[in-house]
């Protein structure tokens, strides 16, 4: 076992800390009080080889590995998790087209999204269909060269800010057959539809909201993978985009711990600083080894979609169950932890509790996890 990163993750790490230090930081108050979409950090991640780390080279991305993507949302969350979850939600739209598109599509759209010039967004969930993935009801009928989308989509990050939308439409209604496929919808076809904006818990720099399908016509060409193997393409995506989730988790929690770490050792109380009470202590310790187990299952993670391994899926439910628990627990800690304090936007830890509240859902739920989990441990 060797627990060491590459140079090239390394570098990734301290990179991404430098930039998410040096252009988003100074931000976070003025994006918590409503501010626009970011567009100018999605520029620059852009710039930088973020917004297409993983995606080869030869479609324009930065040809790094899967760790390096982990790495970089764990570094963006530790600074500011809304700005992780634009680029999740993008890796997301950009991975089913690595994963199913064909050498043409990938070529026209990974080098775009990877310069941060076109942003994706990855359209599955409807009002009635959440977890339960193959239960949508947006159909795609053939008409000629085209398809036909009509349906709505739900709680969609990148909502309005998307260039590209990767849309998931029932192509087979027939009862026992209901087959999925994936269309990439170009933000501006006719029949797409903002429907609203999400009022949201926390990052409201990230948008989220409906988008409604009216008569969307879509040329064939613009279908991903054969049709009708939508969810196994969905699902193969998924299990990678967990990852980036968890990594989120992590991000959250390191940056609420280390927060208040730096404030129990200065704060004064029957005397001395919190941090001498050895009631503090255990929470501190009890913190430290989640975090820890919680950074090496993700890692570990990681690694296994690198190196493809069939066991990921397993191994990425239970990190990322692990570590949306994890940073719940610890963020909510925290705010105990700064006692009145913690309850006020003055400290960044009652944020970071309200943001990690989403990875717990996101990505698939924590219950779907242990699904998953259970799956795997029975077959
Ligand atoms: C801010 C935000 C951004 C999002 N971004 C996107 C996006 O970009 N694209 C996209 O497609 N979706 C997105 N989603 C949707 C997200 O993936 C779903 O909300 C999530 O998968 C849960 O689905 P649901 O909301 O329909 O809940 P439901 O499926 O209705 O679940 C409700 C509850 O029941 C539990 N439950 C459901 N089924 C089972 C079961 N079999 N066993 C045990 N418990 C179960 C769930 O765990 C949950 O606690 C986003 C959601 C949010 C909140």
């Known amino acids: 076992l060797d627990f060491r990163f590459t140079s090239e993750q390394a570098l990734m790490r301290t990179t991404v800390r430098e930039f998410a230090q040096r252009e988003v930081a100074p931000n976070i108050d003025q994006y918590e009080e409503g501010a626009a979409f970011p567009a100018d950090i999605v520029q620059k991640m852009g710039e930088l080889g973020l917004m297409g780390i993983w995606v080869p080279a030869e479609y324009g991305g930065s040809g790094g590995d899967n760790m390096s993507w982990v790495t970089c949302l764990e570094e963006l969350a530790r600074v500011y998790s809304p700005v992780g979850s634009i680029l999740l939600a993008h890796s997301h739209a950009a991975r089913v087209m690595l994963y199913a598109g064909t050498d043409d599509q990938k070529r026209e759209h990974l080098g775009p999204m990877s310069r941060g010039e076109a942003l ?69 076809t006719p029949g ?135 940073a719940m627990r610890i963020t909510t800690d925290c705010v105990q932890l700064l006692g009145g304090h913690g309850y006020m936007k003055d400290h960044p830890v009652e944020r970071l509790m309200r943001e990690a509240k989403l990875w717990a859902i996101g990505g698939g739920t924590t219950q779907v996890q242990r699904n998953i989990i259970g799956h795997y441990i029975l077959r």
């Open 120 to 188: 994706g967004a990855f359209a599955l969930t409807e009002p009635q269909a959440g977890s339960d993935a193959a239960g949508i009801q947006t159909s795609a009928r053939k008409d000629g060269d085209h398809y036909v989308l009509n349906g709505e989509k739900c709680f969609i990050s990148n909502w309005g800010v998307a260039a590209l939308y990767v849309i998931a439409a029932v192509t087979d209604p027939r009862p026992g057959e209901r087959r999925i496929s994936f269309f990439i919808v170009r933000d501006g």
């Open 192 to 326: 797409l539809h903002l429907g609203v904006r999400d009022r949201k818990m926390a990052l409201p720099i990230a948008p989220t909201g409906n988008l409604i399908l009216d008569d969307c016509h879509v040329p064939s060409q613009d279908m991903l993978g054969v049709e009708g193997e939508g969810l196994r393409i969905a699902l193969a995506a998924l299990t990678q985009e967990r990852c980036g989730n968890a990594a989120l988790s992590l991000g959250n929690a390191e940056a609420a711990y280390e927060y208040t770490l730096g404030y129990l050792k200065n704060r004064i109380a029957f005397g001395q600083p919190l941090a001498a009470f050895q009631g503090i202590q255990w929470m501190l310790a009890d913190m430290a080894i989640q975090l820890e187990a919680a950074r090496l299952l993700v890692y570990e993670a990681a690694w296994l979609v690198d190196e493809h391994e069939a066991t990921a899926a397993k191994q990425i439910a239970i990190a990322k169950t692990f570590a949306n628990e994890a």
